[in-house]
């Protein structure tokens, strides 16, 4: 037996809500005739719905399945390329997956199509993909941060969390004619940050605050957990700031944004679509 009959080629499928250009069912007669044309039969459909699309391949009911049986030699065919992958990231992503694990991939769009990891032209047009990939990946770091900015002086909400002691409330904008997140001041989260400073201030030690909170108080975190010693010193911390605040008479509280959760809530605050 020889190493293409040990193989096997599996047909990738991800769904679309535009049912006459890339339905399941398209797709699948796309594979089996690029198959033929290889001489080879598909030994097996791996399908995806299309609210999936959002994910990237590995994180898929389906795209993972793939991707834990797939063996060296094996070969993947997908219809098109957007069915695999949204992002020129995502695809540089896959493609470096398998060529460390010596799958050959077809994309059924592209003409020259076929990612094979022993083929050294395979392997130099996968390297220079990654390169731009991770290129790409840096622009959208810098645009990120600027969008984050923008939303900030705007007055929008920027992240997931507003800082402690704000929080976020949806308030109507006559100008914009909707409900926007607005940051309002959280009455009870700076109640707990003036309780640590004023323990603190009277000698207590950080453990005696978080017995305090967690025992007699009976605050919780934003979560819902209990305090440990680090966050009641970010407590301690926090409130001394917003004291400074208060006297310097600004809004705006003086804590730093964290650039990589703030990445992570803006790309959740995106409306994309699904295909």
């Not at 926007?180 to 001041?185: A, L, M, R, S, T």
């Amino acid at each position: 037996m020889n190493a293409q009959e040990m193989s096997r080629v599996y047909g990738y499928i991800r769904a679309s809500t535009d049912k006459q250009i890339a339905s399941p069912q398209t797709q699948k007669q796309i594979i089996e005739e690029y198959a033929r044309r290889l001489g080879r039969n598909v030994d097996r459909y791996f399908i995806d719905p299309a609210v999936s699309g959002k994910k990237s391949l590995f994180e898929r009911d389906a795209g993972k399945e793939l991707s834990l049986i797939l063996k060296k030699g094996d070969e993947v065919i997908v219809a098109r390329l957007d069915r695999l992958s949204r992002s020129f990231i995502g695809f540089a992503r896959i493609l470096e997956f398998w060529l460390k694990h010596k799958i050959t991939m077809h994309l059924c769009d592209m003409p020259g199509g076929v990612f094979d990891p022993d083929n050294p032209m395979s392997e130099m047009l996968i390297g220079m993909l990654i390169v731009f990939a991770n290129y790409e990946r840096r622009l959208i770091s810098v645009r990120t941060r600027e969008g984050l900015q923008a939303r900030k002086q705007r007055g929008e909400r920027y992240c997931r969390w507003a800082e402690y002691g704000w929080r976020w409330e949806k308030r109507y904008d006559s100008v914009l004619g909707k409900d926007v997140n607005v940051k309002v001041v959280d009455e009870g989260e700076r109640a707990i940050m003036a309780k640590c400073v004023e323990l603190r201030a009277a000698g207590c030690s950080l453990d005696k605050i978080r017995q305090y909170l967690n025992y007699e108080w009976k605050a919780r975190t934003r979560l819902g957990g209990h305090w440990t010693t680090s966050r009641v010193a970010f407590l301690v911390q926090q409130g001394l700031r917003l004291m400074a605040e208060t006297v310097n008479g600004t809004k705006e509280p003086l804590a730093a944004v964290d650039e990589e959760e703030d990445y992570a809530n803006l790309v959740e605050l995106e409306d994309e679509s699904d295909d």
